[in-house]
């Protein structure tokens, strides 16, 4: 956690120090922004991409686990799709 403080901690000085004006292009795009501006999206799509990578590595383990004991759905499953009358 700390070691990641410290980068988001990089990141944002690099941000504030570097305000020039910059073309982004890819495929037929064009924007022009402020490298402050761009490095911030670039890191926070990186997280977010991290992120999912984690999830889906995460629901992979956790459906294993349960297939391994015999668990067919979560409890808050079960409880939702039940019929009760």
Do not use: C, D, H, K
Not at 9 to 35: K, P
């Amino acid at each position: 956690m700390i070691v990641l403080s410290v980068l988001l901690l990089a990141v944002a000085i690099f941000a504030l120090e570097n305000a020039q004006t910059v073309t982004v292009r890819f495929l037929y795009w064009q924007l022009q922004s402020s490298v402050a501006v761009v490095t911030l999206a670039a890191t926070a799509a990186g997280a977010l991409v991290a992120g999912l990578f984690g999830l889906a590595s995460r629901l992979r383990r956790w459906t294993r686990g349960r297939a391994a004991t015999g668990a067919a759905r979560p409890p808050a499953l079960e409880v939702l799709t039940s019929t009760s009358n």
